[in-house]
Structures are given as structure tokens and as C-alpha cells.
């Protein structure tokens, strides 16, 4: 059986400290206290650590600090971690359900042995945390859908994915804030830009947030999709907790 914390090479200014082999809040939790630990500890060297589901990336500048000095300071930090779950803001996110914007609920209703109204039901009702950002700038990986919409990824992947498509799979779901190939189930699509260099802060998800959906109409989706292009739409309101 491995023993967890584990700390690995990650290239030449780099290195991962591992708490588990899962996706687990309390893992996870784990891997929010060291990056937060090592936020405010400000050690000279880091350039940046960033979260995911179960481990921590340092990477370092080696012209002001060397693996070993950062390795023995993170490793003085892990007894006296507080790795209780902190609250992370909560936000409450529109999308649209309509079939032209959900080219696989049909499929995936017709998977899961329900009606697409059981499925929209099902992911709205759902409370998403986000375990980290990967794959593109502000793609958050949430956990926390519920099971009966549990399916695996397409065998077939899409080459082009339009940018706010929301999709699940296996028991995950996201927003794909760019253009790109994808093979997850896109069951609805929201007017946000989840990256936007316009605004304070580009990123709209970060790691340790929470997510809820709330189903809006075609007509509503396509005003919000105008004010989000003149840049009039008031991202701060979507926000239930800060």
C-alpha cells in the first residue's frame, strides 16, 4: 500500500506533492491546505503551486532557491496542516437546455432510462464542487453529479466543441470555455465566457468553488449572449457566496 504525502519530480524547476490516488473532497482538501499554506507562507523561489484533484504542483525558480531547500520547508509544513474543507464562493450559473443548444440530452436521457426533463432536473439540482482547472485556460473539473446521469465518455469525440457548451461524464461536469474537440455529453450550453482577459480576473471558476445551474430559455440565453458581447452582463451577481 502507498503512503500518502509523496513528493515527485516534476522536470528540471519543479516537483508534485501527492496526497492519495483519487478524487476525494478530503483528499483534495488536503491539497487546498498546502496550497493555501504555501500561499501565505510566500517562500522566496516559488514562482507558483497549482492545485489538482489529489496533488499539488510546486514550480520554482532554481536562480533564487534549490529543490532541496523548498522540498525540506514544504515537507516542515505537512504535519500541521489544517486540511478541513474551506468554502470557496459559491456561484449560480444560467444555462440553456434548449435541444438546439443540447445536441446529446436527448441520448443521454434515453441512456440513463429517463426523460430529458429528469436529466435537466438532475443536473440543476445538483451542487458542483470544483476539484481544479486543466485541459484549457478556465475549464473547471466539478464533481458531484448525480449518479443516475453517470455515463463514460463518448467513443467518439467531437473535433469542434462550441465555446460554453455543459457537459457530464462518468461523475464530473463542465463548461468548455473555448472552441475545442471534447468527448464529453453536451446537455446544455450557458451565454458566459468562462475566460475573459477583459475582466479583473480572467478566470471565472477557481479551485474550492461551488457551482449550481439554473435552467434559463432560448430567448433569455440569447439576450444574456448579447449582454456578455457588449460586455454589459454583471458576472459579480452570479455569485451566491463570495
Known amino acids: 500500500m502507498t503512503a500518502y504525502p509523496q513528493i515527485r519530480s516534476f522536470g528540471d524547476t519543479g516537483f508534485s506533492i501527492e496526497f492519495g490516488d483519487g478524487i476525494d473532497r478530503a483528499v483534495n482538501a488536503k491539497v487546498m491546505a498546502l496550497h ?62 434548449d435541444p438546439d443548444l443540447a445536441p446529446d440530452l ?77 468527448g464529453w455529453h453536451l446537455i446544455g450550453r450557458t451565454p458566459l465566457k468562462l475566460f475573459e482577459t477583459a475582466r479583473p480576473e480572467p478566470i471565472l471558476l477557481a479551485a474550492g468553488d461551488e457551482v449550481t445551474f439554473a435552467p434559463i430559455s432560448a430567448e433569455d440565453y440569447a439576450a444574456m449572449v448579447a449582454e456578455v458581447e457588449a460586455g454589459r452582463f454583471d458576472y459579480p451577481a452570479l455569485k451566491v457566496r463570495s
Open 106 to 182: 436527448a441520448e443521454v436521457a434515453e441512456r440513463c432510462n429517463l426523460s430529458t426533463d429528469e436529466v435537466i432536473a438532475r443536473h440543476t439540482a445538483g451542487r458542483f464542487f470544483v476539484y481544479m482547472l486543466g485541459f484549457m485556460p478556465g475549464l473547471a473539473y466539478m464533481g458531484g453529479l448525480d449518479q443516475a446521469l453517470h455515463l463514460p465518455r463518448r467513443s467518439a469525440p467531437r473535433l469542434k466543441v462550441p465555446p460554453g457548451s455543459v457537459a457530464i461524464a462518468e461523475s464530473m461536469t463542465t463548461i468548455y470555455p473555448w472552441e475545442s474537440p471534447g
Open 36 to 97: 493555501a499554506a504555501l500561499k501565505e507562507a510566500d517562500l522566496p523561489g516559488v514562482i507558483e503551486t497549482i492545485p489538482s484533484f489529489r496533488a499539488l504542483l510546486v514550480q520554482y525558480d532554481p536562480l533564487r532557491a534549490t529543490r532541496a531547500e523548498l522540498e525540506s520547508q514544504v515537507r516542515a509544513m505537512l504535519p500541521d496542516l489544517q486540511a478541513a474543507e474551506r468554502a470557496g464562493r459559491l456561484w449560480r450559473l444560467p444555462v440553456c437546455y
